[in-house]
């Protein structure tokens, strides 16, 4: 082992903060209210679409329900 077992401890806590940031960011981009479930999903097969408006926005599904979920992407 390279690494000494004080160090150890650090690095797992500054690696779990990490991958807490990634996730919160993550998630920030990609839950969209849900009207059948009145909350907050995570998107399934979220893609990334334009509108008519030239407006860029979210698509997915509803991992609960099915139903279809849409997001606006604040700029
Ligand atoms: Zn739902």
């Known amino acids: 082992m390279l690494v000494s077992t004080f160090c150890v401890p650090a690095l797992l806590l ?7 940031q990634i996730d919160q960011r993550r998630q920030d981009m990609a839950q969209a209210y849900c009207v059948k479930c009145k909350e907050k999903k995570e998107m399934k097969d979220a893609t990334e679409v334009t509108t008519k408006n030239g407006r860029p926005m979210l698509k997915g599904t509803c991992p609960t329900c099915g139903g279809k979920l849409n997001l606006f992407i604040k700029k």
């Not at 500054?14 to 807490?20: G, K, V």
């Open 14 to 20: 500054a690696a779990e903060r990490l991958i807490h």
